[in-house]
């Protein structure tokens, strides 16, 4: 079995509050992606950053005070260029999900994860490096033509870290 984990890809990331046109760039090569993954047999699923009304009082709003994501937003929405059709969603409040990990934890068979999304250097790396404490022996991979951060320069640090901790970097 292979898991495609779809990151965070909502309109504040993209081309809303927290948007970069490196984000917007990497659209339709997430949407082929996952289109290659589903036909190909692969699982799905998505996160979602969350947040609430109170975010700029939470610890992460302290630190990157730009309100986005919050719950019911369109920002919070998974872009509608992207086909999430029945696919789980983990909504986070936070850069990782434990739940997610929990979840791929209990998959039968599970040979190898890919993941792809925004933003590189922190929701993406947080999950590869939570994944990767959780099932290590599971292969992880990241396909960097489906990433983007806040930089070209904070994408390519985020991909020699996961690379140093023995994530798969395409």
């Keep these: 079995m292979k898991l495609l984990i779809v990151v965070d890809m ?5 081309d809303g509050a927290l948007g970069t046109k ?5 659209v339709p090569n997430v949407a082929e992606k996952i289109k290659r993954a589903r036909d190909a047999g692969w699982e799905v699923v998505f996160t979602r950053d969350t947040h609430q009304k109170n975010y700029l009082q939470t610890q992460e709003g302290k630190n990157l005070p730009v309100v986005h994501c919050i719950l019911g937003s369109k920002g919070w ?7 999430v059709g029945k696919s789980r969603i983990f909504d986070k409040p936070s850069f990782g999900s434990l739940d997610l990990a929990d979840y791929v ?10 993941l792809v ?31 983007a951060c806040v930089t070209p320069e ?3 640090t985020a991909l ?5 901790c023995q994530v798969n970097i395409i």
């Design 105 to 114: 934890a209990t998959l039968n068979g599970l040979e190898e994860i890919e």
């Design 160 to 164: 020699s870290a996961m690379r140093l």
């Design 10 to 14: 909502q309109n504040d990331f993209i």
């Design 77 to 83: 929405q998974i872009s509608d260029k992207l086909d």
């Design 154 to 156: 904070s994408h390519a």
């Design 117 to 147: 999304g925004l933003c590189t250097g922190i929701c993406v790396i947080s999950n590869a490096f939570i994944l990767k404490a959780k099932v290590p022996e599971v292969k992880i991979t990241v396909d960097s033509s489906c990433c």
């Design 22 to 26: 490196e984000a917007v760039a990497i």
